[in-house]
């Protein structure tokens, strides 16, 4: 996501919201945790109990594209930093169209000095989705950042593919089409009925002032590429049966496939995403839907698009994107929009929304619903429960946090109506923990939250993403601080990359045992009434240090505002980062760390 750019457009006070008072629950010791707490050694170990793949998914190929905007600055060797390089002497090994032989189709009109003189070497991969091809459930595609500069911001968005259920990912690189822009952002995608996968992008333009910030706002004569719209909201769909990294469609009525475009002055388009109805009894099997925000005039306005997908991968015009519904009652401005489709063809999506009135200080999370595929709105519900955000950056580090909730549906009727479930980050107290509601009346009333992680001693676990399967079973997936960062002299200490790590602001010297510092990753199963199947479950095999190589936004680094969790079959898969050497990291740059483990039965 795009925080420094909305810091521009909003000011600081976005960056520290502050949402309505604690509940009373939280000022007792907060909801309940039902499957209890559990030791830090058994998670530790349950990894391994539990036959957790890991695969670094992003280590596979060197990849290479020819910037539009190249930025000089080396912050290293501290914190595995190494600035933007040219792409090496043998090349990419993806097979993608790395500009070498001139600029890409979208930089012809940039101003001189523009773009970057050759390609450059993709080093880091933040953030991420992962998606499953309904047709195979051994054919996934992961989206990420796919970063030339992490000191300057710099990256388009790439992709992973893999043929096998995850085991390896022959096929990656950037997503193609929209080099032209300085950024292309906020990796999301879905699946057609006929396996055809679509990225919904978030291409846009800055240069860099002396200081090395981005100004988003030079006018059209001084951006970087003026023969470009400033900021689009568009598509890239690589067609069912694609074996090569440029196997992709980026245009639509010849030209670029827009969904909604932008000029940069007043307006801030961002936390785009997409859905795609996939269900036999809807009647509207295969309609697509986008929706993202336009951060303008100080207020988040959300939008909804959308068209019909086709088999060969072309789809229809998109429709005049139109502004969704907020409750009368409630201040006007919402993102993070997360639509789902229920089998009937309902459309579902939560939107957070914030009181720019009062310096943006206070958020509710607000459901709106379609009956006749995107054509009209309405709001259905407010969630009850009062929420406590996470500070702008957590203890001890300086990534930001990201996007605050996450939202599914279940495929499954639950007393005659499909059930939805919300699941947030919560600072209450003092620590961000992660809260699960559900509705089982379409969004009239919702449970009571729980909590999901369930350490003992109080540390931040953060970022959940919700799926279901195709039995019920709900997954929320978090990122974990529990565990303490590895001792000096250790070779998981070494393998982590600890060393490296003598720059942060917030701790001293490299991180050796540093409690809520390192990170895993996690997943806690539910049925579909929400009763835990078991204990929280460690998929990652390593803790990985956050300060390495993350990309800079500002005073705060960045690991992604999310990422990827779906379940493919009896399997969960998810993708996050990591910075851990498992052999095939020896930079410890941002990876792509692709875990999957069997889901339990109910």
Not at 282 to 296: E, Q
Not at 437 to 460: E, F, I, L, Q
């Amino acid at each position: 996501m795009r925080n420094r750019r909305l810091a521009l457009l909003l000011g600081p006070a976005l960056l520290g919201l502050s949402l309505l008072s604690p509940s009373s629950s939280a000022a007792t010791g907060g909801p309940a945790l039902p499957q209890g707490t559990q030791s830090d050694s058994a998670y530790a170990a349950s990894q391994a109990a539990n036959a957790v793949s890991n695969v670094e998914a992003t280590t596979a190929r060197t990849s290479c594209f020819r910037p539009e905007v190249p930025y000089a600055a080396d912050s290293g060797p501290a914190e595995g930093y190494s600035g933007m390089t040219p792409c090496p002497a043998g090349g990419a090994t993806t097979g993608e169209d790395t500009g070498a032989a001139g600029p890409y189709a979208t930089q012809v009109g940039s101003n001189p000095g523009y773009p970057a003189a050759t390609p450059m070497l993709v080093k880091g991969h933040s953030e991420s989705d992962l998606r499953v091809d309904p047709t195979n459930p051994n054919h996934l595609i992961g989206a990420s950042k796919w970063v030339a500069s992490p000191e300057g911001y710099n990256h388009l968005l790439g992709f992973f593919e893999s043929f096998d259920g995850g085991h390896s990912w022959p096929v990656q690189g950037h997503i193609p089409g929209y080099e032209g822009w300085t950024d292309n952002t906020d990796p999301v995608g879905a699946f057609d009925t006929w396996g055809n996968y679509y990225s919904l992008l978030l291409p846009y333009q800055f240069v860099y002032d002396a200081n090395g910030s981005h100004d988003f706002v030079p006018g059209t004569a001084q951006e970087a590429n003026p023969a470009v719209p400033s900021q689009v909201i568009s598509v890239s769909v690589r067609p069912h049966g694609a074996t090569t990294a440029t196997q992709w469609l980026t245009t639509h009525g010849g030209h670029p496939d827009f969904v909604a475009s932008y000029d940069s002055i007043g307006n801030g388009p961002d936390k785009q995403w997409i859905a795609i109805d996939t269900n036999p009894d809807s009647p509207h099997l295969n309609r697509i839907y986008a929706m993202w925000v336009d951060f303008h005039s100080k207020t988040a306005v959300p939008y909804i698009a959308y068209a019909d997908a086709r088999p060969d991968g072309t789809h229809t015009d998109w429709s005049t994107p139109r502004v969704l519904p907020e409750p009368p009652s409630t201040p006007q401005g919402a993102t993070y929009l997360l639509p789902h489709v229920a089998p009937d063809g309902t459309v579902y999506t939560t939107l957070t929304n914030s009181d720019p009135a009062h310096r943006f200080c206070c958020d509710a999370i607000v459901l709106d619903a379609s009956h006749d595929g995107g054509q009209t709105w309405s709001s259905v519900s407010s969630l009850p429960s009062t929420i406590t955000p996470p500070p702008g950056s957590y203890a001890n580090t300086t990534f930001r946090d990201g996007i605050e909730d996450t939202f599914t549906l279940g495929s499954q009727p639950v007393n005659g109506h499909y059930p939805l479930y919300v699941a947030y980050e919560d600072y209450a107290t003092g620590v961000v923990n992660v809260l699960l509601t559900a509705s089982y009346d379409g969004g009239a009333s919702w449970s009571d939250p729980v909590r999901v992680n369930d350490n003992a001693a109080p540390v931040d676990e953060f970022q959940p993403n919700l799926t279901t399967g195709p039995d019920g079973t709900v997954s929320v997936a978090f990122y974990d601080r529990r565990l303490a960062c590895p001792a000096a002299g250790t070779a998981e200490a070494q393998a982590a990359g600890l060393a490296l790590d003598t720059a942060n602001p917030k701790h001293p010297g490299a991180p050796y045992g540093a409690a809520d510092y390192c990170v895993d990753t996690s997943v806690q199963f539910y049925d579909p009434t929400l009763d835990p199947l078991g204990h929280n479950l460690r998929l990652s095999a390593h803790s990985f240090d956050p300060q390495l190589d993350a990309p800079v936004e500002g005073s705060n680094t960045f690991i992604g505002d999310y990422f990827g969790n779906t379940i493919g079959g009896t399997t969960d898969y998810t993708t996050s980062v990591t910075t851990y050497d498992d052999g095939t990291n020896p930079a410890h740059l941002q990876q792509q760390q692709v875990t999957a483990v069997a889901v339990p039965r109910h």
